[in-house]
């Protein structure tokens, strides 16, 4: 049913949140993942961050078929707010509709030669991303309940 409605669901959250230029990504594999160019990304409030990508193409559209995982990635990225993850800017739940700002891709740590570089940067990153479970996290799954499902 998702596929089937996939060109006009496009359409709607094009409209409703002012995107142009929607480009599928060219590596899709479970969710629908395009470029996109929305002039409300440019004047978002966002703190300086050298790293989201201005200009065409500055948006990420996901859209997938509504089911926990899309759900508690939206409530991660909402609990995170851009805070060691890319800003979530606009989001439908019970549509599996997101918008995310575009980061700049680095380079992936399998490419780092040194291994001690490679698991200082990864030490690094998952202390910056560590924090408390908050209490109202209903639509967050743990990785308990996410390998269960």
Known sequence: MFLENLPSLIEEVSSRWGLTDVQPVPNLSFNFVAFATSPRASRAPLPYRAHVLKGEGNVILKMGAVNPELVSEMAALKYYNGD?????????????????????PGIMLSELEDDDERTHIAADVMQKIWRPMPLESDSLLSVTNWMNE
């Open 84 to 104: 060691g993850a890319c800003q979530l800017l606009e989001c439908d739940e019970e549509r599996g509709f997101l918008l995310l700002e575009r980061l700049k």
